[in-house]
């Protein structure tokens, strides 16, 4: 089984920063993906970014240049450093580990830690 334990949502005002972590235990295979998704009240959850074990990284257009993603293997933790917040970036935060085989993967969510940003 794999637990994702979130923290460092809050409150911000406009232009400020947060950083937020995940940390993830229990049954963690080497090579995964862990990553960031959000969702805004009456709206879908969405992508923020994600980072695979290897390196790679993908990130919404609305945050490109804005927040950036970051991970310790060693710690099995993510993070998501976010600059320049907006309104618009108010959501629960999810964090999220994708990993398995090219034939069965297992994804796995965390709790969810509130961002408001104020205008």
Do not use: H
Not at 13 to 19: E, H, K, P, T
Request: with cysteine.
């Amino acid at each position: 089984q794999v637990q994702l334990m979130e923290s460092g949502g809050g409150l911000v005002q406009a232009g400020g920063s947060l950083r937020l972590s995940c940390a993830a235990s229990g049954s963690i295979f080497s090579i995964n993906v862990m990553g960031w998704y959000r969702q805004a009240p009456e709206k879908q959850r969405e992508l923020v970014a994600t980072l695979a074990s290897g390196g790679n990284t993908n990130y919404a257009d609305s945050v490109k240049g804005r927040f950036t993603i970051s991970r310790d293997n060693a710690k099995n933790t993510v993070y998501l450093q976010m600059n320049a917040l907006k309104p618009e970036d108010t959501a629960v935060y999810y964090c999220n580990l994708l990993q398995g085989t090219p034939f069965a993967s297992d994804t796995y969510w965390g709790q969810g830690t509130q961002v408001t940003v104020s205008s």
